[in-house]
């Protein structure tokens, strides 16, 4: 499968392989300590794959208002990097057969959608999907387009002016970024149809996926064990705010985890390890093109075609681009307190992850990650608009 795999790497754009000489770890503390300077970041923790391998760890700054130092164990809240965690996870089950990504989810469900009852995440809350009931596009929706953001669903319902979940466009059409789709897809794996093989838990799923990676130190959902080590965070007004407590799995966006693990994973996935050579293909090609100024506002409309970027892409759970480096992927992660960000190159096989608790670390993330990598064409423009660069 591994030789396959590379087979199809092989048929992305030639590029001069490590071009770029990754600088050392002093360098990067360096380069760290200014961008905490010049944001006033409190916390921050960078990972360096190369050539499919953990390379570099390191925490930096405190983890929580008494100054108690963040370190490589540290837990720190995923944000929405568990959609990338979340799509990989989907990909196993395709390579199983237990899913088809292509298949309408009507199919993988015993009654239809609108029928179910309250919001399985949360339960006091009216049920979403019985919103649908007029609006028989949802059959048309796919687990694709749950994890390329093509749904037609807010972010997620409850953010909607009078908290209904509607389909704004024809599914699968165009890129918006949706929580909510890839909740539906969660739901769909947990309440589906057990004769073909669904009906399963997403957390013990990705758990024994971090018990194989060597993970331990990262759940979709809080362990009690966290405590003695964990991460609050700062706004963006350098105030201290709580780690919540995550009770639930959520697809969307509910993981703990430790720069030193999420490494690991980053490194298993740009390897390819864990998944078929197609199911590895599928998640980092592009599948629906993106041509949006920007990631946000929802539903904002598609530059004229001169203007957009011909390589920004869904994949399956990441962005995908092609830039001096070659073809790449990318995913960010963020809250009122949180600043994530995993990119990854793929003719190399090096990546950058970075974790922050304090969201002013953000406007520094482009110089870092093209301090470390060099000129890679991330989109970080399209990922975080005017601000892009600017630390």
């Known amino acids: 499968m591994r030789a396959l795999f590379l087979a199809v790497l092989a048929l992305l754009p030639a590029v001069e392989l490590f071009a770029h000489a990754l600088p050392n770890g002093p360098a990067i503390d360096s380069e760290v300590e200014h961008l905490m300077t010049v944001t006033k970041a409190k916390g921050i923790a960078v990972a360096v794959i190369d050539h499919g391998k953990v390379g570099y760890v390191r925490a930096y700054g405190v983890r929580n208002a008494s100054g108690r130092p963040l370190t490589e164990d540290t837990v720190m809240y995923g944000a929405s990097l568990t959609k990338t965690v979340f799509a990989y996870t989907t990909l ?31 339960p006091d809350k009216h049920g979403p999907y019985k919103d649908l009931a007029d609006d028989p596009r949802w059959e048309k929706i796919t687990p694709r387009m749950c994890l390329t953001h093509s ?81 609050d965070g700062w706004n963006d007004k350098g105030q201290p705010q709580e780690h919540d407590q995550r009770s639930k799995v959520r697809a969307a966006g509910s ?71 070659g073809h790449g992927f990318y995913k960010g992660g963020h809250d009122g307190q949180t600043a994530n960000t995993m990119v990854c190159l793929e003719s190399s096989q090096r990546c950058v992850v970075i974790l922050s608790n304090d969201v002013r670390s953000e406007a520094g993330f482009p110089d870092l990650v093209r ?17 892009a660069g600017k630390s």
Do not use: C
């Open 255 to 325: 993981m703990d985890t430790t720069i030193a693990d999420l490494a690991k994973f980053a490194a298993a996935l740009v390897r390819g390890e864990g998944l078929s050579a197609g199911a590895r293909f599928e998640m980092t090609r592009p599948q629906l093109h993106i041509g949006t100024a920007h990631q946000f506002p929802p539903f904002a409309p598609d530059l004229p075609s001169s203007e957009q970027r011909k390589d920004l892409s869904a994949g399956l759970g990441v962005v995908v681009f092609d830039g001096p480096q």
């Open 92 to 122: 196993q089950l395709v390579d199983k057969g237990v899913l088809n990504l292509d298949k309408p989810i009507r199919d993988d469900l015993d009654r239809p959608l609108p029928s179910y009852g309250p919001d399985p995440v949360f």
């Open 151 to 231: 749904t037609g669903f807010n972010n997620f319902w409850f953010i909607e002016p009078d908290q209904k979940l509607r389909i704004h466009f024809e599914p699968g059409t165009r890129f918006s970024y949706s929580g909510e789709g890839l909740i539906l897809l969660q739901f769909v794996i947990e309440h589906g149809r057990k004769a073909q093989g669904l009906g399963l838990d997403v957390g013990d799923l990705t758990r024994a996926i971090f018990e194989r990676v060597g993970m331990n130190r990262t759940s979709l959902v809080w362990r009690n064990d966290f405590a003695s080590n964990l991460a």
């Open 371 to 387: 301090f470390i990598l060099g000129d890679t064409g991330i989109p970080y423009d399209w990922e975080y608009g005017d601000h």
